[in-house]
């Protein structure tokens, strides 16, 4: 009896660690995704997965319209698509590392 456990031993430990290395914190990612897409609302500004920056103008149960670009283009997509909320503090730091590099010229 003793032998047969130390045979299951190493592949529990295995799986063990295999989960908590990788199946964890994926769902744990994939957690915070659902919630972020769940969370969006008119005014945010998104990036979608293909790299489309634009602002939220129409949210609904599954489908959001954003407006992209100077010409104001509406498309309207999947909450899905949406590959993350670009917040205002990262837009603020972008504008003054422009602002700094324009001066150093």
């Known amino acids: 009896m003793p032998q047969q456990l130390q045979g299951l031993i190493i592949p529990i430990g295995f799986f063990a660690l295999l989960y908590f290395m ?29 790299g489309i920056q634009g602002k939220i103008i129409k949210a609904k149960e599954d489908v959001i319209t954003i407006e992209v670009g100077a010409s104001k283009t ?27 590099e324009e001066d150093k010229e």
């Open 74 to 100: 509406r498309l309207e997509m999947t909450r899905w698509s949406v590959g993350s909320v670009v917040s205002k503090n990262e837009k603020d730091n972008k504008n003054e590392e422009v602002k700094t």
């Open 22 to 50: 990788m199946i964890r914190p994926q769902k744990k990612k994939e957690q915070q995704i659902r919630e972020m897409r769940n969370a969006l609302k008119v005014g945010d500004e998104v990036v979608t997965i293909g």
